[in-house]
């Protein structure tokens, strides 16, 4: 049966046969090694009362067998990685083959040597060869049929060589080499399934993270590159063409009335229209070409144009290629698209500065009358003007108080255990001002350190109100820059009087991605005065597994992109059970971020996650219609 089980052996388990040979590269020296150290000690003992014939010849013939198999496996350690599947499975038969031979041999020169030397002699022999079988199954467990039958190849054999010795002693070890045998090949199987098993989380494990890579990189909606693999192809092709010469282009696309398709037919047709659209596009791109999706309706193609000519006649044929109607399953959709033109010559200019010029040139091309295209130039950068202005009234409504923090509720069991901190402004020219708008001015300009200031403290003042709730406020990347972060952050808690056990400080994974130790240090400062570190937006930027490890971190958010994309895409699924289970490991709390949906909310219950935070469980609001809904019985 185990030399039927052997046979039977196949390489259609990659990883595991892989595994298994790497693991016989490691061990094998040590079976051989063992094999030629007893061979010695027995050629020593029995070489004065057995026949020439007998003392060297076969030790000789069996050391030049180790010699052999033991240069094998040493040159096999430098090949793991470049061997063929086939040449691995068939490197694991022979070796187990041999060892389950070698291991009768012994046994034989056990009864052998029963003919020869004195009874302590004998004894000494049959326990050595004994040894020999134990080490080589041990050495053999990644391949358990092999380790079987190099146990099973010595016991029968030597059980009769103990039973017909002439010495009593040796004789009654025959029931203890039975048990030993029994106990070797259950700890054998344990070994056995240890190791598989660790060979299929590893894989599980490195499959999960492939998955997450590839969505951190990727598009859920249409499989093109993301923001972020565009930023690392974009700079790729700048250095390209600084040694080669040359221009290109970036182009900014946005569909004209994508909004009116979302209103009109719902956002499945939206994402129908989405899928369409970059096909269509992908067709009429060169494959040099980089296309991607930045968010909502925005496209960047980035393509190898001769000169602008090239440049416009890409663009206008996209232009009219969106002109024609779509058809989608709800019916015709006029959609068309605009696009903003930056003729890059000039590779010093960082890649992010080309994608903001073609899109000043396309906020140009969309206010200039739509489904058309415009060229960057300088006179675009007038609209800077409007961004100095807006930094200014920012400077002016920070001094005077004027900005607002709200607050969105965070629930497990739909009941409220917590509250996530939002900056709001509004003002009477030109209405509420989207944080994606001022908060980057503030970046840009240094205010960022007094915005973050006025809400930490507002926040940290309204949590004492709120019975006890965990409180989350978001920490700017250039605000845990500053060397007097961590200073300010235990100032305005000890002034407020808040307790810091209560408070969650919000970081981007762009913050963990140069690993730099001045923001472990600070994130190390934060916990030690008690609040807890959380990693926002896991998993749509530069996210690994291997930052729960190296950081600080007590509670990771899962993007809106995986909560959306679940159902749909069963893949999206196995990603958020992977990282609930794997956070869960850690002792790392998960909470779910932009729950809009009952259904969304079954399935990530049905993935492991019990906290959430989204529309379905209420929108921001004011502290005081926060402590109202507090007392209501709902949430009581």
Known sequence: MLLYNLLRLRSNDTLLLKEQYRSLTRLMQSMYGVIFGVTLTLVVTFYESMPAWIAFPMPGMLTV?????????????????????????SAIKSTAFMGAGISFGFALIGLLLMNYGSPAQQALALIMIWAVAVVSAFCLHSVLVAAFGVVLAATFPLSIAFMVSENPTVGKLVPIIVMMTVLIMFVLTELHNSFAKLVRSSENAAQSEALAVHASLHDPLTGLPNRTLLATRLEAMMARKRESGGVFAVHCIDLDRFKEVNETFGHVAGDELLRRVSQQFANACEPSDILARTGGDEFILVQEAKDADAAEALASHLIILMAAPIALESGRVFVGCSIGIFLV?????????CVRRADLALYEAKRSGRQRLMFFDATIDDAQRDKQLLRDELRDALLHEELTVVYQAQVCERRIVGVEALIRWSTRERGAISPSIFVPIAEESGLIDALGNFVMRRAFLDSRKMKGLRISVNISAAQIRM???????????NETEVDPMLVELEITEGLLLGQDPEIRQALDQLRSLGFRIVLDDFGTGYSSLGYLHRYPIDKIKIDRMFVLNMGPDAKYDSVVSAIVGMARALNIDVIAEGVETEAEHMRLLAAGCRDFQGFLFGKPKPLEALLEELNCAHYA
Do not use: C, G, Y
């Open 345 to 353: 010559n000039d590779m010093a200019i960082e890649p992010l500065e």
């Open 65 to 89: 067998i180790v010699v052999i198999r033991t240069w094998h496996w040493l040159a096999a350690r430098r090949r793991v990685d470049v061997m063929t599947s086939h040449q691995q499975l």
């Open 483 to 493: 060397r007097d972060f961590v200073e300010k952050v235990r100032l305005i808690a």
